[in-house]
């Protein structure tokens, strides 16, 4: 039986899950879910995002208030921190991106709207064997403050500011999830590396 984490009824994905439900995924839905992942953004502020809002030399997205649209939103200007991973989701994603405005194709119409979106990582994790519960776009944000709470507890700090939450908000819902030394390993390699240093 696959061992399942849910936070308010969203996935927080292990590092093998990840991985094997991105290798079901067709290569564009690859990058769209490195960029989800790997910058936390919510899933509106990723269906809004502009090219011009990521700045690849600075390992940053600058994400302007008229990003969110969440009533709830307590910090909707901020600036997100990115790993080196991050940043290469982003040269990727930004690539496709202008490629599609210089076809002049909105940017909209090639991001999926989040029920289609949901509805494709349930098919992709079904196809993965990871077990589907909890699987939607908002999951990736979830995973990533999971993610950097296990592997970064000395830079709470800089996560609730990337992410655009309290000091509560992590403690509540993040705290020791009970990631293996192993898959922090492999979180802290591979997803989370240069995450919050400086340039």
């Known amino acids: 039986m696959t061992d399942i984490i849910l936070k308010q009824g969203a996935r927080i994905l292990f590092p093998e899950d990840y991985e094997k439900l991105r290798a079901q995924m067709p290569h564009y839905y690859q990058i769209l879910c490195d960029a989800a992942l790997l910058s936390g953004m919510r899933p509106v502020e990723l269906e809004r995002f502009k090219p011009e809002w990521y700045r690849g030399s600075r390992r940053v997205i600058q994400l302007p208030a008229e990003s969110c649209l969440k009533q709830k939103c307590k910090f909707k200007a901020r600036t997100i921190s990115l790993s080196l991973a991050g940043c290469d989701a982003f040269d990727k994603l930004t690539t496709i991106l202008v490629k599609f405005k210089d076809n002049e194709i909105p940017a909209y119409k090639m991001l999926p709207k989040r029920v289609a979106f949901r509805d494709a990582l349930i098919r992709y994790a079904k196809l993965a064997g990871i077990g589907h519960e909890g699987m939607s776009p908002k999951m990736f944000r979830k ?10 507890p000395e830079k709470s700090l800089y996560i609730q500011a990337s992410m655009g939450h309290d000091g509560d908000t992590i403690v509540n819902n993040y705290l020791g999830l009970g990631f293996t030394r192993e898959q922090i390993d492999i979180i802290r390699t591979k997803y989370l590396n240069e995450w919050g240093d400086l340039v």
């Not at 995973?143 to 970064?152: E, P």
């Open 143 to 152: 995973t990533l403050v999971s993610w950097l709470v296990a592997c970064y």
